[in-house]
């Protein structure tokens, strides 16, 4: 009788701890979703999250020129609202 010796038996236990340290990390697209939900409600305007860029702490906004308008006219309320929800935005471009 021949026994099949598997060295890598426990193979799934290291690999679950290994992927167990990536289980904190956002989804930057959650984070574009909830960035736009709340500059929308800042504004009163819906913004969709296609409108929305990250780029360590700066956001940028693609949008026409009445948009950006409002933006920058609320800047300080919208940079607020960012930082009570953990988004520690330091400029809006």
Do not use: C, W
Request: charged letters at 30%; a positive charge; glycine letters at 2%.
């Amino acid at each position: 009788m021949y026994r099949l010796y598997l060295p890598f038996t426990n193979m799934n236990f290291s690999i679950n701890s290994f992927f167990e340290k990536y289980k904190h990390l956002k989804n930057p697209k959650d984070d574009k979703i909830r960035i736009a939900i709340i500059i929308s409600d800042v504004l009163g305007i819906e913004i969709g999250e296609e409108l929305v860029e990250i780029k360590k702490d700066t956001l940028s906004i693609k949008a026409d020129s009445y948009l950006k308008t409002e933006i920058f006219m609320r800047k300080d309320k919208i940079l607020e609202a960012l930082n009570q929800n953990k988004f520690f935005i330091t400029e809006i471009r």
